[in-house]
């Protein structure tokens, strides 16, 4: 398996450094596929990851799938978003027009990120000059936002080079996240032994 994900590398979507290594992340126990259950992976799934990895994890496995499995998939998720249709059909608009998200330019107000969210969800994978927008914008928003940048780099209307540049900003944001983590808990540690 872990050949084939390598294999099937969502290009501008992860570097096989950066995903990867951490499926085989040797300080992690080893799980047994068979070991594996579906309401244990939907639990995980549900409960242990945060939007962006939820994102990023069901697009590698979609990007693992074979084109019929990928047309059914398509077929099934076109039906579940056809009850929401009506509701968003507004939005999906205004995600879609260079005049709407050519306003949205504050990136401050969290309402701005918000609807930044929105229209990335509901931008048409053929929207180049939308896409366009929405890469201009976010060259100036907090890079804390990793919702924002997962989908950024995934997202089909972002051109490759687009998508690799936000998934360079967003691997930058993991690492010092990282590093932020580790440099904690090395201090909570040195403190725990000064206080005994």
Not at 53 to 80: A, K, T
Not at 185 to 192: A, C, K
């Amino acid at each position: 398996l872990s050949t084939r994900l390598k294999q099937r590398h969502l290009p501008g979507a992860a570097s096989p450094s950066s995903g990867f290594d951490r499926l085989e992340d040797s300080s992690r126990p080893h799980v047994d596929p068979s070991q594996l259950d579906k309401e244990t992976v939907f639990e995980w799934f549900g409960l242990h990851l945060n939007p962006a990895r939820r994102i990023e994890f069901m697009c590698g496995l979609l990007h693992m799938c074979q084109p019929l499995e990928l047309r059914f998939l398509g077929s099934y998720l076109e039906d579940l978003a056809r009850k929401d249709y009506h509701v968003l059909r507004d939005f999906e608009f205004r995600a879609n027009s260079p005049s709407d998200l050519g306003v949205l330019t504050d990136v401050v107000d969290p309402v701005v990120r918000s609807k930044l969210l929105v229209c990335l969800s509901l931008l048409g994978s053929d929207s180049r000059e939308c896409a366009g927008i929405l890469f201009r914008i976010l060259s100036h928003v907090d890079p804390q936002l990793a919702l924002l940048f997962t989908m950024a780099s995934l997202h089909p209307a972002l051109h490759f080079h687009q998508r690799e540049v936000v998934r360079g900003q967003l691997d930058k944001i993991e690492l010092s996240i990282e590093e932020e983590s580790i440099i904690l808990t090395t201090t909570t540690t040195s403190n725990n032994i000064n206080n005994i």
